[in-house]
């Protein structure tokens, strides 16, 4: 009942929309800054989650395979982690302000918070995966009161070959 309601009633895509600008907004922040700023270097942030890796209560890595990924692939291509972390972020914000691939906008902003908890940051991680996967499972309906209004038939049309009412139903 509450799923139908979050993906299909109106009042939700208000809500959504509330929601969703407040994130964008968060997110483009965090990445204009970075973008505009006096240049955004993620190395120290690689290295210090490589040198302090998660441990779990017995004084183990809980993600090995993620300090493993960390050190033998971020930190030798840390020029890219520059380039995509800022720009990520600030495409995730604009996405979600402007209700345009809404879905796939939240999908890699999640994708970007548990890069960040894996590698040990809590900040406001957990806050932005719970509204996060609320914002996905509600799907088209959370960027109803958006561009998705448009584009999402639109895409359905041109790429995969729907009829308008075929795109209009499956929205």
Request: a positive charge; glycine letters at 12%.
């Amino acid at each position: 009942m509450f799923a139908k309601w979050l993906r299909e009633n109106n009042v939700a895509a208000g809500l959504l929309t509330v929601l969703r600008v407040w994130l964008g907004y968060n997110w483009m922040h965090a990445g204009w800054g970075k973008l505009t700023g006096e240049g955004f270097d993620a190395t120290g942030f690689l290295k210090n989650a490589v040198a302090n890796p998660v441990k779990g209560p017995d004084g183990n890595m809980v993600y090995s395979w993620y300090v493993s990924f960390l050190d033998n692939f971020a930190i030798p291509n840390v020029d890219l982690f520059n380039f995509i972390v800022p720009l990520g972020e600030f495409l995730i914000g604009l996405g979600l302000i402007l209700g345009c691939l809404t879905t796939a906008a939240m999908f890699f902003g999640i994708v970007m918070n548990f890069s960040f908890f894996l590698a040990g940051t809590v900040s406001h991680n957990p806050t932005d995966i719970f509204f996060g996967f609320i914002i996905l499972f509600a799907g088209f309906n959370a960027g109803k009161y958006g561009l998705d209004r448009w584009v999402v038939p639109f895409i359905r049309k041109t790429v995969f070959k729907q009829t308008p009412e075929q795109a209009h139903k499956a929205v």
